[in-house]
């Protein structure tokens, strides 16, 4: 069964760093990319970033660029979220969906399956 289990999320000052983890199972790393989203109370939807570990693709929102970096170790099939130099505007639940197709690309949320239950982030002085 398909699964991406999101975790690392926390309580952190605004200016510091946090790193989240999706571990997966049950598909290929190489085949489907793997995003970041990222959801506020009261607002929509925003694609933050996402991964093809097969090819080392990534996208990222402009919001979040030279901020957050994607990586993935596909022999721990976990992909990885850097975050760094976190602003108030960034808390958020943050999931981890794959794409629903192989070889996708982008940040269209309309594209990806399986979200999970997500990890808060608070940023918090």
């Known amino acids: 069964q398909v699964q991406l289990v999101e975790s690392g999320g926390g309580l952190v000052q605004p200016g510091g760093s946090l790193r989240l983890s999706c571990a997966t199972s049950?598909?290929?790393?190489?085949?489907?990319?793997v995003g970041w989203f990222r959801q506020a109370p009261g607002k929509e939807r925003e694609g933050v970033s996402s991964i093809m570990a097969g090819t080392g693709f990534t996208s990222y929102a402009d919001s979040v660029k030279g901020r957050f970096t994607i990586s993935a170790d596909k022999a721990k099939s976990t992909v990885y979220r850097q975050m760094n130099s976190l602003k108030p505007e960034d808390p958020c639940v943050y999931y981890c969906?794959?794409?629903?197709?192989?070889?996708?690309?982008?940040?269209?949320?309309?594209?990806?399956?399986?979200w999970g239950q997500g990890t808060q982030v608070t940023v918090s002085s």
């Open positions: 049950e598909f290929s790393l190489d085949d489907y990319a």
């Open positions: 969906p794959k794409s629903a197709a192989e070889w996708q690309y982008g940040l269209d949320g309309r594209n990806f399956e399986y």
